[in-house]
């Protein structure tokens, strides 16, 4: 595809589901990055994967988040017993060469927790 | 670590005057220094970015101005138009050979009237 996608745009869930939220970068880009944007607020980073070095993992909020990227392409986001603090819009990026140069991002998840 | 503000979190211009937006920075190791641009229901997108090594970088209608010194930055946008009416986002981050975090401002939205 032409740009990050990301999947799905919208899930509404209830507290204390598991969700997976799924990210497709730009084909070539190395780095992929989550940030999450809340109501109002400015972009949080949450993690950042970059070829095949370990992830930088210091944004996560809580050990509930977690994220993995197979085959250093497609990133799943996974936030298991969700809190109503979750909800927000899940921010997936891309970038040729890492290094917070030149970010993609995606159109976002927008999380709902009830 | 890098704390980013900015300034005004609000901003109403007419059509066709210019709209500046300032950021301050607290890391003064910070030598990168990007602005998004943010439609309703889109993700983030680059409009413009400088390095701590240049003083000012202009591309059309926008120029972002760096003053090291005193640790900020501005967006400046002439001529403004009902589509430059958005979400902005100033950035700061050190990049070396290794990652470094890319630390975001809360916002400014823009809104152009005719």
Known sequence: GAGVSQSPSNKVTE???????????????????????????????????QGNSAPDKSGLPSDRF?????????????????????SAVYLCASSLAGLNEKLFFGSGTQLSVL | ??????????????????????????????????WYKQELGKGPQLIIDI??????????????????????????????????????FCAASLTTDSWGKLQFGAGTQVVVTP
């Open chain 1, 66 to 86: 977690s994220a993995e990227r197979t085959g250093g392409s497609v990133s799943t986001l996974t936030i298991q017993r969700t809190q109503q603090e979750d």
């Open chain 2, 51 to 88: 390095r701590s090594n240049v003083g000012e970088k202009k591309d059309q209608r926008i120029a972002v101005t760096l003053n090291k010194t005193a640790k900020h930055f501005s967006l400046h946008i002439t001529e403004t138009q009902p589509e430059d009416s958005a979400v902005y």
């Open chain 2, 1 to 34: 670590g890098e704390n980013v503000e900015q300034h005004p979190s609000t901003l109403s211009v007419q059509e066709g005057d210019s709209a500046v937006i300032k950021c301050t920075y607290s890391d003064s190791a910070s030598n990168y220094f990007p």
């Open chain 1, 15 to 49: 507290k204390g589901k598991d969700v997976e939220l799924r990210c497709d970068p730009i084909s070539g880009h190395t780095a992929l990055y989550w940030y999450r944007q809340s109501l109002g607020q400015g972009l949080e980073f949450l993690i950042y994967f």
